[in-house]
């Protein structure tokens, strides 16, 4: 199973990527899709350290992951790839149409998001920014763990809107 | 500087684990007033730094105790001791490891060194006496 997973997650690398996904999918490489992250050596070295050794954790900005996707989508080992916001995986999308489902894993509450689920809030900037990735064909919704049923986005604007 | 009747370090982990542990600790030692629990649940990884950040600062702790190596709390931890070295971190931390600290009423290196290695000497496995995977 190639890199078939892209999450938002505010938390990018943590316990249920690394072991609710991470086991069971038996994820071998990471690609963390951030521009602050990847320009700074310190995060870079801090989310390395949280990754397992079993996995490896490709730190790249949106330009360099839409650059090495052809390659990233060649591998045979089961891959993930983050994002910390909306915008970022909306940017994506929009330049790397091998992406065809996105996954809501974690996007907590902040002022100005209206909650959906637990662990999914969202502002009116990210619903837009969500309607905007879903209108390219891009398949999108949340599910935090692999045991949860996933929730489609229009389900999930219902909640919001509730 | 911790209060050295109050609280000593801080317990961060997912959902309800710290609390629990923290509560489990109290029985069995009696000295619950050691710890404070801090949970990253519905917190993204700015709110869970700055939940730790707060029960810190708030008595003077400067010990943080995780559950996960790689969960949110640690990561979160690991960026606060990034900006204050006197911050001190022990991941994977298990029952035993906190009633040694506990019971103990120093903060220094070699004593997170101890209370760690004591939680790794309490993990072990009782086989089965059935015979499971016998030949």
């Given at each position: ?116 689920l637990s662990y999914v809030y969202l502002s009116d900037d990210e619903a837009a920014g969500l309607g905007a990735i879903a209108a390219r064909g891009v398949r999108i919704a949340a599910q935090d763990l692999p045991a949860s049923s996933p929730m489609p986005l229009d389900d999930l604007l ?5 | ?135």
């Open positions: 199973m190639p890199l078939e997973h892209f999450r938002i997650d505010d938390r990018l690398v943590h316990g249920q990527v690394v072991v609710g996904w991470g086991q069971p999918l038996q994820l071998r490489f990471i690609v963390l899709v951030d521009d602050g992250v990847a320009s700074n050596d310190w995060e870079r070295e801090l989310y390395r350290m949280g990754t397992p050794p079993e996995m490896e954790l490709l730190v790249e900005t949106v330009d360099s992951a839409v650059a090495r996707m052809p390659e990233f989508t060649a591998r045979t080992d089961a891959g993930m790839l983050l994002t910390a916001d909306v915008a970022t995986m909306g940017r994506l999308t929009a330049a790397a149409p091998a992406i065809r489902d996105v996954t809501i894993g974690g996007l907590h509450h902040r002022p100005g998001r209206a909650a959906c219902r909640e919001r809107g509730a | 500087m911790a209060d050295a009747s109050g609280p000593r370090a801080v317990v961060a982990g997912h959902a309800g684990f710290a609390s629990g542990i923290v509560s489990a600790v109290g029985k069995i030692a009696g000295r619950p007033e050691v710890f404070i629990a801090v949970s990253n649940e519905g917190l993204d990884l700015g709110g869970v730094e700055q939940a730790i950040r707060g029960a810190l600062d708030a008595h003077g702790a400067r010990v943080i105790f995780t559950d996960l190596p790689a969960g949110s709390c640690t990561m979160a931890a690991r960026r606060l001791a990034r900006l204050d070295p006197s911050i001190a971190i022990v991941t994977g931390v298990t029952v035993t490891t906190l009633l040694d600290f506990a019971l103990g009423d120093g903060v220094s290196e070699p004593d997170l060194q101890r209370a760690a290695a004591r939680g790794r000497e309490s993990i072990t496995v009782v086989p089965a006496s059935g015979g499971h995977g016998a030949a």
